[in-house]
């Protein structure tokens, strides 16, 4: 069983920056890829940022150059850094998790973020 912990959403205006964090817990100890999808409304969540263990990553292209996805492979956290925010990044954001040697993932409860002047 996994546990995820999400923070750091909020309300902030366009052109500010916010930090999104996650931590993982449970009988699971690693963690092949961690990363962050968001999901607007009426929309499909959609993949922002993957980070693998080997510190392979993958940002989408719509935010590429403003977020960065880091990870700390020991305590099993992983984090968004979220800069120069535009009013469609507005969504709720969620810590997705996927154990080393599975196609299996878990999600976390979504943190909202809004963007708006």
């Known amino acids: 069983q996994v546990q995820i912990v999400e923070s750091g959403g909020g309300l902030v205006q366009p052109g500010e920056s916010l930090r999104l964090s996650c931590a993982a817990s449970?009988?699971?100890?690693?963690?092949?890829?961690m990363g962050w999808y968001r999901q607007a409304p009426g929309t499909q969540r959609e993949l922002v940022a993957t980070?693998?263990?080997?510190?392979?990553?993958y940002i989408a292209d719509s935010v590429k150059g403003r977020f960065t996805i880091s990870r700390n492979g020991a305590r099993n956290t992983v984090s968004l850094q979220m800069n120069s925010l535009k009013s469609e990044d507005t969504a709720v954001y969620y810590c997705?998790?996927?154990?080393?040697?599975?196609?299996?993932?878990?999600w976390g409860q979504g943190t909202q973020v809004i963007v708006s002047s």
């Open positions: 980070m693998t263990t080997g510190g392979s990553t």
């Open positions: 997705y998790v996927s154990p080393m040697g599975t196609n299996v993932g878990y």
């Open positions: 449970g009988s699971i100890f690693s963690f092949e890829v």
